[in-house]
């Protein structure tokens, strides 16, 4: 079956889908908005025997991806568990780009400097981009893997994740859900972001 | 891995973004309107804050004088 076509604007974020990592991942949103891209994420993909087969679809179509391991660690409920998916759908990516390198293009992400030496030491020689585990450095570092002309100030970008931020209860009482990785409330976030982005401006647009 | 791209594509227009995101008109109008509340609310705290400054400032200045 042939590949998808790529969408150059489109980012796979293969993110743990935790609560810990709520406001990173709201960074991540608003983060990619700013920067005039589009985030994806799994969310919505329906489990089963084919979600593997879709989740590499997602991958393929996106231009680029990040991977951030930072929460790659055994989960605390027993049976004490190494959460495997975010490693899994990495080296899916790896050898998707091996395979076509104009069409894909990947970011490591992790939250302190030689983590990923003890978590997978196949990436030696990988540099990651390191975010700290906070929303500054996620925006931050962002902005140094995306490079972009016309890209907002740091602190622009500060005020959209504010702004988006001070909307999220109202999102999430709006889906009846508390969980902010459903498909509903990713659409809802993504829409803010690109609102606060000016992408809602007819005038200007993004 | 590239440690950075540079990005030069154009961003997706409004169109698009609906159209990818499959989010009802309605939704949009609600979504758009909570956003300029929540601008509005931000620029006002905002405001608050640096006239509690200068406020704070003001008494020090006035009292430094008085010393």
Redesign the interface.
């Known amino acids: 079956m042939p590949p998808p076509p790529v969408n150059?604007?489109a980012v796979f974020l293969n993110i743990p889908y935790d609560e810990e990592f709520q406001s990173l991942y709201l960074a991540y949103i608003v983060g990619i908005y700013q920067?005039?891209?589009?985030p994806f994420i799994t969310s919505g993909i329906p489990g089963g025997e084919r979600r593997l087969d879709r989740i590499l679809a997602l991958i393929q179509s996106c231009r680029?991806s990040i991977h951030d391991l930072s929460r790659v660690e055994v989960s605390a409920a027993p049976p004490a568990t190494p959460r495997f998916n975010m490693p899994l759908e990495l080296g899916l990516t790896i050898a998707w780009a091996k395979l076509r390198p104009k069409r894909h293009?990947?970011?490591?992400w992790e939250s302190t400097a030689r983590r990923i030496n003890k978590s997978a030491s196949d990436l030696d020689g990988?540099?990651p981009?390191i975010h700290g585990g906070t929303v500054e450095g996620v925006l931050s570092q962002l902005r140094?893997?995306?490079?972009?002309d016309d890209a907002p100030t740091f602190q622009t970008m500060m005020?959209a994740y504010?702004?988006?931020e001070?909307?999220q209860e109202?999102?999430l009482a709006?889906a009846g859900t508390r969980d902010l990785y459903s498909a509903n409330v990713f659409?809802?976030l993504?829409?803010?972001a690109?609102?606060?982005a000016g992408?809602?401006n007819?005038a200007g647009?993004? | 891995?590239?440690?950075?791209?540079?990005?030069t594509?154009?961003?997706?227009?409004?169109e698009a973004?609906?159209k990818?995101?499959?989010?009802p008109k309605t939704?949009?109008k609600?979504?758009?309107a909570?956003?300029d509340e929540?601008?509005a609310?931000?620029a006002a705290e905002k405001l608050n804050s640096t006239s509690v400054t200068s406020a704070q400032e003001e008494k020090l200045d006035n009292a430094s004088a008085a010393s």
């Not at chain 1, 920067?35 to 589009?38: A, D, G, I, M």
């Not at chain 1, 293009?105 to 490591?108: D, E, G, R, S």
């Not at chain 2, 594509?9 to 409004?14: A, F, G, R, T």
């Open positions: 150059p604007n920067l005039r891209l589009v680029y293009t990947w970011f490591l990988t540099d981009l140094n893997a995306f490079l972009r005020e504010r702004l988006v001070s909307n109202r999102i709006a659409r809802d993504s829409f803010a690109f609102d606060a992408g809602s007819p647009g993004p | 891995m590239p440690r950075s791209v540079h990005i594509v154009p961003p997706l227009s409004y973004m609906v990818l995101l499959r989010i939704r949009q609600q979504l758009r909570m956003m929540a601008r609310r931000l």
